[in-house]
């Protein structure tokens, strides 16, 4: 790709960016949330049409109009966001436009569903083919997503953080997939904002800033520092912002003997003001669950929950909300954002009632508002009427966690924070967390990346099939610890 300049309506997205792909390289492509990357991909992929710039495959000037174009080409995307159909079945998706006909005319459904089963079978993962995408984990869906992209034949595979919502187990076997493919001469473009994969599975690494071009390195020659003043311009000095102050006794949360049939059994644990509690555990150990009781979302069978010592109800959100409460939730896109309204409805839609003023909207308290949360957690948009949908996805999480804070609550619940979010924009959450402990508030964070646990949290809930194996004290807290509760240790 040579020269790509890619604008949208008030922004340049891409400029004269350069990009080289080799056959049976895993090449990665590294930058801060906005940066670009996907848009790049999408330009290669057939979905964005480029304002200027060349592109040639095996060295011959290419156009690459839509889609189609991409796939006659051996190009194919695993998206960031999955973008599967839920009420097809796994089969469907994968032949989604490219159904093998019977001679009749009419899908030839047998033989999708065979290799479906095959595809399937290759990659050990014992579904029917005929199962609704619905029905499958985020986990299995990036799954599908992936296979979809390898049944392709293609020469080239885009993949746009495809671990985030994957177990290291189906991380480690992704990679090994990769490395299949490798083999094969297949070329691979690998997007990903946890730097220990780069260093595991890529040969070099190009680093986009802004839309623009900054370099390509060759992974075995360079080093995590180096790749992170490439990326953000500067050396980060601090990133695990934490200030420990002396701790405090009063419960603002306690939580007795709760139980959800079937899911959680037996849970226990207070939150201190001013702490942060990590929740720990692997996936499905059900820690976002037990969040889900906790905020109304899902009801509990049993148990007590109590706030600053009173007991308390809690039937849905409202009362949460009410309570001091606020979660922001895992899936952004599910169960959280409004895709197509713009960033300040999403940011301000939970506080309306705070901008009433005489039974109109003070619009000027809202502006005010939604600039300072775009300032405070640099999110990356033309103007706060921008669709939310048009952001870069780690831009998304920043305007989902600024939503929450704008109701002010007392217990913050942070379910996997810093997902899809670039090192800048880390750094920027923590120290925002470390703020909001220092006034007194009191977090909850459920996270899968064991540094941000240990490094944050004052005390670790580890979790292990909806129990809580064990509670760890500052002190206690190591990486081993960690995985011999979540894996069944008691
Ligand atoms: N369809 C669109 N319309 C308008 N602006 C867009 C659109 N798609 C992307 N952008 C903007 O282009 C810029 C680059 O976004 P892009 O999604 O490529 O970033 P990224 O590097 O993939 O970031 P992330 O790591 O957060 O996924 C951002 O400023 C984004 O808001
Ligand atoms: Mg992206």
Not at 13 to 38: P, Q, R, T, W, Y
Not at 293 to 313: A, S
Not at 399 to 422: F, H, N
Request: glycine share 8%; aromatic share 6%.
């Amino acid at each position: 790709m040579n020269k790509i300049t890619k604008k949208f309506p008030g922004v340049h997205a891409l400029k004269s960016v350069d990009f080289e792909l080799i056959a049976g390289e895993v090449h990665a492509l590294l930058g801060e949330n906005g940066a670009g990357k996907s848009t790049l991909m999408k330009v290669l992929g057939g979905i964005h049409q480029l304002n200027e710039g060349k592109i040639r495959i095996n060295g011959i000037e290419t156009e690459i109009n839509n889609v189609k174009d991409a796939q006659k080409n051996g190009i194919s995307i695993i998206h960031q966001e999955i973008v599967l159909v839920p009420y097809l079945s796994i089969a469907e998706n994968i032949y989604l436009g490219r159904e093998p006909l019977l001679k009749s005319g009419f899908i030839d459904f047998d033989t999708m569903l065979e290799n479906s089963k095959r595809f399937l079978d290759d990659f050990d993962l014992n579904i029917d083919p005929q199962t609704p995408i619905g029905k499958l984990t985020v986990a299995q869906q990036q799954m599908i997503e992936i296979i979809k992209a390898v049944s392709f034949d293609s020469k080239i595979i885009i993949m746009d953080e495809p671990t985030s919502s994957l177990t290291d187990k189906e991380v480690d076997f992704l990679f090994k997939t990769i490395r299949n493919l490798k083999a094969k001469g297949v070329g691979m473009v690998y997007i990903s904002h946890r730097m220990n994969e780069l260093f595991k599975i890529t040969d070099r690494i190009t680093v986009m800033r802004d839309g623009e071009y900054i370099g390509t390195v060759v992974t075995k020659e360079t080093s995590n520092d180096h790749l992170i003043s490439m990326m953000v311009g500067r050396e980060l000095t601090s990133f695990y912002n934490r200030t420990y102050i002396e701790k405090s006794e009063q419960s603002v949360l306690k939580v007795v003997n709760l139980k959800r049939k079937g899911v959680l059994e037996d849970i226990n644990f207070e939150l201190k003001k001013g702490e942060i509690l990590g929740f720990s555990g692997l996936m499905g150990a059900g820690r976002s669950e037990l969040m889900k009781c906790l905020f109304g979302i899902d009801i509990f069978h049993e148990g007590t929950v109590f706030i600053n010592g009173q007991k308390i109800m809690i039937k849905n959100p409202n009362d949460a909300i009410n309570n001091g409460l606020a979660y922001v939730p895992e899936n952004r896109k599910e169960q959280g954002l409004f895709l197509g309204k713009p960033v300040d409805y999403n940011i301000t839609i939970k506080i309306l009632d705070k901008f009433m003023k005489f039974f109109r909207v003070d619009h000027h308290y809202e502006d005010e508002q939604v600039h300072n949360y775009i300032n405070e957690l640099s999110i990356k948009t033309p103007n706060a009427s921008q669709k939310v949908g048009n952001l870069s996805g780690g831009n998304q999480q920043k305007v989902l966690i600024s939503r929450w804070l704008a109701t002010k609550p007392k217990i913050l619940i942070l379910d996997e924070p810093t997902r899809g979010v670039d090192v800048g924009a880390k750094a920027e959450i923590y120290s925002i967390m470390n703020r909001l402990i220092l006034e007194g508030v009191s977090i909850i964070m459920i996270s899968s990346e064991l540094p941000e646990i240990i490094n944050l949290s004052d005390r670790v809930a580890v979790m292990s099939n909806g129990r809580i194996s064990k509670i760890l004290n500052k002190d206690e807290i190591s990486q081993e610890k960690i995985m011999y509760y979540a894996t069944g240790g008691s």
